[in-house]
């Protein structure tokens, strides 16, 4: 074999590395029972719903920086989720079927998020009709 070829060997073996390392490392989103799977350290990201059956806890006079609301994930299942950012402009709007995407970690039960690590579906301007409330 030739030099060429060897280095040509070396070079895709180390790109299939290198894809499979990112494949493994992408994250999913889950439920709260698979965030509780994982320790207090390990960032998790969770799809669901706004429970409107628990109030938006809001003071921005005592502390602008949390949030916190309660999210029911994909299998039903209810978690307070603490957001440490100011409230997400129309979060109270969110409706039965609009997503939110909180990425962060399960602490003693709470669901806590960091900055920006939050995702609201933007309500539409062409939707018909009236905003849910």
Known sequence: MKK????????????LGVIVTMM??????????????LGPDDEFRVVGTLDKRYPIEYNA??????CS??????????????LHQSKPRDLEKS???????VNGSLIKDEFHVG????????PSKYNKGTPES
Not at 61 to 66: F, H
Not at 69 to 82: E, M, P, R, T
Not at 95 to 101: A, L, R
């Open 4 to 15: 060429i070829h060897i280095v040509l060997i070396c070079v895709i073996a180390v790109m």
């Open 95 to 101: 409706g039965p079927n609009d997503e939110i995407v």
């Open 61 to 66: 006079s005592v502390d602008a920086n949390v």
């Open 69 to 82: 609301f309660y999210l029911q994930d994909k299998k039903g299942s209810s978690k307070k989720v603490v």
């Open 115 to 122: 900055p920006n690590g939050i995702q609201l579906k933007c």
């Open 24 to 37: 493994m490392n992408t994250s999913t989103f889950g439920t709260f029972a698979d965030a509780e799977k």
